[in-house]
């Protein structure tokens, strides 16, 4: 496939623009879909089959570390459910071959103004079926703290189920980028910290990004945004890539210099 067909054209640039954010719908076909989950799910089971013991909470999340595989698991509380991995795709050829799709790459030349976006991190979030929690209102931005340009980091996010509120879809809020950076806590810990002040919430009307499988939303690094838990019956499972100019350090050498807890979660 032809990166440049993938490409925003005019509509979605000024789309981005205006509402920091462009959703595709099904932009992967069913059977595509199928065949990520089954490795993502692979990769989760051989994940949880390894017992590290080293579990640590650091603002809403709990977080356990393993250095030998340069990963982030994150579990649902004290639970044997896996919330999300990060970074992940040196775990998983498939995966990281999934990074290079055009339907990934093309949209991030525009958003991040860059002919050739590397691969910052990867994220896979896991949202099961009355097990998954909420991840609170924040902006990438903050948590990436030792990228080389945090303001030039942007995600698309893969849809692997249909999302709607019920299981805890991702929820923007349209011109939100246009801030900056929006204040935060400063009652947590030093990652809690990083969430936005929970005052500001009574001033914003989140959009939930109510969308079919196999649909792709791609926005930058000032983006507010959050999602509610899952109360649903059904999985709300997404894979998240993050692009940025080429020639600077990616997570997982990051990690491997001074390990901060991981990133956000959508």
Not at 61 to 89: M, N
Not at 129 to 140: E, I, M, S, T
Not at 200 to 207: D, H, S
Request: include cysteine.
């Amino acid at each position: 496939m032809d990166v440049q067909a993938y490409r925003l054209d005019a509509d979605e640039r000024k789309r981005l623009d205006e509402d920091g954010y462009v959703v595709r719908e099904r932009a992967f076909g069913p059977d595509e879909v199928a065949a990520i989950v089954d490795e993502c799910e692979r990769l989760v089971a051989e994940v949880a089959r390894q017992d590290r013991g080293r579990r640590a909470t650091a603002g809403s999340y709990t977080f356990e570390a393993d250095a030998e595989a340069t990963l982030i698991v994150k579990w649902e509380g004290d639970s044997d459910v896996i919330h999300g991995l990060e970074p992940f795709a040196h775990l998983s050829p498939p995966l990281a071959a999934t990074a290079a799709d055009p339907r990934f790459v093309g949209p991030m030349i525009d958003v991040i103004g860059e002919p050739e976006p590397a691969l910052f991190t990867e994220k896979l979030n896991l949202k099961r079926p009355g097990r998954g929690g909420h991840n609170p209102l924040h902006q990438d931005f903050p948590y990436w703290y030792d990228a080389a340009d945090a303001s030039r980091i942007a995600t698309a996010m893969l849809f692997l189920d249909a999302a709607d509120t019920e299981n805890g879809t991702l929820e923007v809020v349209p011109g939100s980028h246009r801030q900056g950076r929006w204040r935060t806590r400063s009652d947590a810990d030093d990652f809690g910290n990083l969430e936005i002040d929970p005052a500001l919430e009574a001033e914003v009307t989140p959009v939930p990004l109510v969308v079919p499988v196999g649909s792709v939303v791609y926005f930058g690094p000032f983006l507010v945004h959050r999602s509610g838990p899952n109360r649903s019956d059904r999985e709300r499972r997404a894979l998240l890539f993050s692009y940025q100019p080429p020639g600077c350090p990616d997570m997982r050498e990051l990690l491997a210099v001074d390990a901060p807890p991981a990133s956000d979660a959508n």
